[in-house]
């Protein structure tokens, strides 16, 4: 065996590539979990792309948005498939009973949400870019052409849902497979807060507070400002990156802290429910 | 005339050092202040019953589960703090742990052998799959493999980075007694070989008797004894390990010393 580094904090790309190429492998064997990450984003797209047509037909202004649906619907998948991305690869390993393989191999906690991440990424690349091409086939809208403000969005959306996928991890950990919901709903509570489909303003005063602590709040006013009004809002991305930058520390905090309960608790050898 | 002193030798260092090692679950004791010490390159059995403590042990020696109280330590590093010193000298097998079903037992071994670093990995894995007689299943999904052909992909697994440390818990369970002996087979051979520390947790007195040059006797988290096996059939006065084994189970060990 070649020389191996001792210290908690190594980050190792080759035991990286290991986890992101046993992912790989997996959904390379089924092609059922390959048209899963595809099918709802599409179903999503059909829905509120044609209704986006018909409220068009009905309204001058909407007339004028055009594409605000769409755009916000492409972002809340970014926002919920980044998550269910990263979820759904750490629960394979429970559901396939190999957590405690992981666990005692020299595989870090810190370089196992980095495959996590890497494979939330490539698990919504797979989903998301065959859906982007059908909006600009039905519905005429290419996302690609907000540029540089679209990689700010995504940027910014794809770190939110890794600090919810890392702290859904940690409590999978700890709980085991009880907490399993968490993973597909807990992103459903942030929806109306993050105000996809419509402004901050409309919520009440007091509500309005929450909304404003959670980035992709900032994301969506933002893009609702680009493709409205044409104007593209950086005060509105740098808060969003400011609080994503508190929130996945935190996230890696809570993650790191519920492994050692789990240690403590011995959920690492029992990971069912 | 200065005379310099004697070259002290390094001080030995166990395979694995147990210290008072306590693990309590809310109100139960699964391991109630055991200690013990093993010797590298020694092969050693973990007997008990169901609730014993030998899992929660093994856990706690892999540092999957934190101790209460006490210490353990692997080839000197303590577990769990200093766990990142030894994982990559040891491995684990046992029929309670999965590997990915849908992955062929080739991507299996690939995956593995990368967390573990292991050099000419193709190579190891094709002297594996020779071994455990697993070549003609190396492009299978391990799902679609039976019980005793799961047995021997999770054994090359355990065997990957070749361990100087391998814990096994019941390794033969479930398994046709052919193949269980098969497995032990690999096993003794894999020792001779390597010369690695095995502990091994079985409800099996066979294959104890057969593997193991010496046993800890755990009862509800403490070790009631710990001897080779010849040792402890002469002293318990029976004829096999297994008779031991109920003795310890049903308190006769004791109602026995007792009336000595």
Known sequence: MSAV?????????HRIG?????????????????LELIYWPAVQLFVWGFLQFYIAQNSGFFARAAGVFIAAVLMWDVLFRGQLGFSVSFLEEMWSRNLSNLMISPLRPIEFVCALMIMSIIRLAIGMVPVTLLAIAFFDFNIYSLGFA????????ILTSWAVGIVV????LRNGMGAESLAWTLMFVLMPLTCVYYPVSVLPDWLQAFAWALPPTYVFEGMRALVMQHVFRADLMLAAFALNVVYFGAGVIVFLQLLKSARRVGSLLQTGE | MFEPPEPRSAPRVHAIAVDQLVKVYKTTRAVDGISFALEQGSIT??????????TTTIAMIMGLVMPTSGTVKVLGAEMPRERYQVLHKMNFESPYVDMPHRLTVRQNLKVFGRLYAVEDLNGRIAELAEQLDLTEFLDRPTGKLSAGQKTRVALAKALINSPQ????????????PDTADWVRGRLERFRKERGATVLLASHNMAEVERLCERVIMMKRGRIEDDDTPRQLITRYGRETLEEVFLDIARGRGEAREAAQ
């Not at chain 1, 290991?18 to 390959?34: D, F, G, H, I, P």
Request: aromatic share 8%.
């Open chain 1, 5 to 13: 580094s001792t210290s908690a904090l190594t980050l190792s790309p």
């Open chain 1, 18 to 34: 290991a986890m992101v190429l046993r992912y790989l492998y997996l959904l390379r064997s089924s092609w059922t979990r390959l």
């Open chain 2, 45 to 54: 059995g973990l007997l008990g019953g169901n609730g014993a403590g030998k």
């Open chain 1, 150 to 157: 679209l990689a700010a969005f995504f940027m910014n959306l």
């Open chain 1, 169 to 172: 991890a940690g409590v999978l």
């Open chain 2, 165 to 176: 440390m391998l814990l096994l818990d019941e390794p033969t369970a479930s398994l046709d």
